[in-house]
């Protein structure tokens, strides 16, 4: 009976693992930002999908570390491990790599990690299927903004332009980025969840955290929360004050890019 016990046992486990081998993979398309404010000793990212709850599976903070996002064919599992690695001294780009370097499907993914110096790293996933572009990524002064599944290039250029020329905080500087992306067109499947969060040096864990997990317009959504909340990580950013104002009613709809 035993021997019959452990021979069922076996090809169950067997079975399971061919199960979950043949699993296809999460795919989170979305687009995200990562910046840090050495002066100030914060660090956060913010990021908007279609993918429900994406603020709890793609960016991941740490203060005095700094911040890295795991989206498309993402990993959740690297998240910690990324900001561990970065906190032990290893260049972005070579955390990156270290990620990647067992990886049974690198070119999926897409990755930004930056360090509280703002040293930056990005990977782009370009063998991403058709359904999932337009991707590609910017980086400018502490901050790298990246996306997929986007209805065009001017996602990542919106979000770069309004990072940049935001006066504010950083928390303000990455929610105008965020909403410029959504404002600019976004995922093109929809604006299903959204998320911010940021750490600071003395705060363990995060200092602000701001999820909407499920909604029709979950930018925008997350932007009045932003805009409702008292928090010393709002700056003195128009967007971030009451009363709120829709940041763009006549945004153009949903689509597809038609030259991917």
């Not at 979950?20 to 050495?38: G, K, Q, R, W």
């Not at 065009?152 to 504010?168: D, F, L, P, Q, W």
Request: charged share 20%; with cysteine.
């Amino acid at each position: 009976m035993n021997r019959l016990w452990l021979l069922t046992f076996a090809a169950l486990a067997s079975w399971l693992c061919q199960s979950l081998d043949a699993a296809p993979p999460e795919i989170t398309a979305t687009f995200s930002i990562v910046a840090v404010d050495p002066e100030n000793h914060v660090c956060g990212a913010a990021v908007a999908s279609k993918y429900p709850g994406v603020g709890k599976v793609v960016p991941y903070v740490r203060a005095d570390v700094g911040a890295f996002c795991t989206q498309h064919h993402h990993v959740p599992k690297w998240g910690d491990p990324a900001l561990d690695l970065l906190q032990a001294g290893k260049r972005p780009e070579a955390v990156i790599a270290e990620l990647l370097k067992d990886d049974k499907s690198p070119e999926l993914r897409q990755l930004a990690i930056i360090d509280m110096q703002g040293q930056t790293a990005v990977h782009n996933p370009t063998q991403a299927p058709e359904a999932s572009r337009y991707w590609g990524a910017m980086t400018g002064r502490f901050y790298c903004c990246q996306g997929n599944t986007l209805t065009g290039r001017e996602v990542v250029i919106a979000m770069s332009k309004a990072y940049e020329e935001t006066a504010g905080s950083l928390a303000d500087r990455l929610m105008a980025a965020l909403i410029a992306g959504d404002c600019a067109g976004g995922d093109h499947r929809g604006r299903l969840a959204s998320g911010i969060h940021v750490a600071k040096t003395g705060v363990e864990g995060h200092w602000l955290a701001l999820d909407v997990d499920k909604s029709d317009d979950a930018v925008v959504e997350l932007a009045k929360s932003y805009a409702e909340l008292k928090h010393d990580a709002k700056g003195s950013w128009r967007g971030a004050k009451l009363p709120f104002q829709h940041p763009c009613p006549d945004r153009p709809k949903l689509s597809i890019p038609k030259n991917p």
